[in-house]
């Protein structure tokens, strides 16, 4: 799942740059929130942006390919991915245990790719201990019943999987203010466009185009003499 949109990318191209690093985009929301969807258009329209592929020890839904939208893993082989540093963040979700793999971030974001972590209210809590260049988005769905009923609709989880999932909506909406940023999930087509909308603004900060910027005024200065 990664962008399929390629295009010119300045910091990327002008001779003899170093690509500025990636920056990772952290999306949560509560279950059935929205924010896979969300997520999936922006990847189609926004270029350079990649998608991490978490690991977890949950079971692959109907439709769900390995390797796309997780690793699916045993138990064993998560607790062995931990204990061997494997993991940027890990978390027991829902009773389920889910990992961001530390080697894809690593690996894409020094080439200059940004990268959307898709993970919950705790993951989103570690990545931003690890004081890496990270913006977090929280994914705001309208209403409990609205949240209810999407989830229902998706038709993935059992009665028990859905209790538990509802039941501890309400404490991840409470985290929504550590976030840098909120999206009111009431209309997908409105609320994916300002999900792309802040990944532009935050590529665009000065800080995150230092590279770019020198190299410009640099040939300022060439062409004056
Ligand atoms: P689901 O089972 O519905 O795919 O995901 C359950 C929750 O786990 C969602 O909130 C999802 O964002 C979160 N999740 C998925 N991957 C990761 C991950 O790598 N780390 C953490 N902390 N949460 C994740």
Redesign the pocket.
Known sequence: MSSKVTEFSPALHVKNSTPRRGTLFV???????G??TLIRRVLEVVPNLSY?V???T?AP?AGEINGR??FFISRDVFDEMEAGGE?L???C??G?Y????KRQVIEETASGIDIV????????A?VRQLLLDSVSIFILPPSYPVLRERLIARG??TPEELEV?LRNAPE?LRQYSKFDYVIFNDEVERASAQLASIIYAERARCARQENLVRQVIEKFKTAED
């Open positions: 999306v949560s929301s509560p279950s059935g929130g924010k896979g991490s978490s690991f977890t949950r839904r939208e997780y993991f963040e890990c978390a979700v829902h389920n889910y990992g961001t793999a972590l898709e993970v919950d209210v705790q993951g989103a570690s993935t989880d999932r991840e």
